[in-house]
């Protein structure tokens, strides 16, 4: 891990990643249902190459957070900066476009395609040829179909699954298709990956495989990583700055010793 940087939002962020725009900037966000305030003047800041925390009580809005800043919800009050651009009326699908992608609690796989297929989907993004040409398999569709399959192949390497390409998603245990769907997010070419739970129903040995592969991906596609992890060995073994929520504020910002170390947090979400 690097070093970490304190920073004017009351936050830390890698030294490394100093003097770079932020990946990602939330500020003063919040969102009301039917005068409820599920999130309420969250902030937030992700170095490019950061991989962050955001842990809490269940309820305390963690995944709201997250439907917030891919649009799944609109934010009541507040600013998103994506590499230094504002969010505001964008879309889930154009925030997506913008460069984050994200996995979700449920898996959401398309259980009767294949593992390539996933994959491939998640490239739609970055296709490059025409309806037409598609219909008519013009050249420029058959070399598309070629780099496509390659990068899919590519991607499910990281995870060592290039030889499950064929086989239906459906079909996989449950670890590996959770390890799918982050490959079919990587497939969308993020800045940022917002992971939901990675590790939940794994066992022992698969959270530590998972542990690796989440540093390989940052390393290797030099991007940031939020997540949000219930399991506190994975957060501290793998987090480099955690946020943590409770009834939809943030109540303690840090590195894992700060944060673990903190008396609310360990009142609120740890335990004694």
Request: proline fraction near 4%; charge should be negative.
């Amino acid at each position: 891990m690097g070093n970490m940087v304190p920073i004017p939002s009351k936050g830390y962020m890698k030294e490394s990643d100093m003097g770079q725009t932020p990946v990602l900037e939330a500020t003063h966000l919040g969102i009301e249902f039917g005068g409820l305030k599920a999130v309420d003047d969250f902030n937030i800041t992700v170095g490019r190459t950061e991989i962050a925390g955001l842990i809490g009580p269940n309820g305390a809005g963690k995944t709201t957070v997250f439907n917030l800043l891919t649009k799944v919800y609109q934010p009541t009050h507040g600013t998103i900066l994506l590499d230094g651009k504002d969010t505001h009326g964008m879309n889930a699908i154009q925030v997506n476009k913008a460069g984050i992608a994200r996995t979700f609690q449920n898996i959401r796989l398309f259980s009767s395609l294949t593992v390539e297929e996933n994959v491939k989907l998640g490239m739609h993004n970055h296709t490059k040829y025409s309806t037409l040409e598609g219909i008519l398999r013009m050249p420029k569709y058959w070399q598309e179909e070629k780099r496509t399959h390659e990068r899919a192949l590519e991607l499910l390497n990281i995870f060592d699954m290039a030889h499950l390409a064929d086989h239906k998603a459906g079909s996989l245990p449950y670890g590996a298709q959770r390890r799918l769907e982050i490959v079919r997010a990587l497939a969308t070419e993020p800045k940022l990956l917002l992971l939901d739970e990675p590790a939940a129903g794994m066992n022992p040995s698969e959270t530590e495989e998972l542990m690796q592969n989440v540093r390989k991906i940052r390393d290797t596609f030099q991007i940031a990583i939020l997540l949000i992890e219930h399991d506190m060995q994975f957060v501290t073994g793998i987090c480099e700055g955690i946020a943590v929520l409770n009834y939809g504020k943030i109540i303690a910002k840090g590195t894992p010793q700060e944060v673990i170390n903190n008396p609310e947090v360990i009142r609120s979400y740890l335990g004694e």
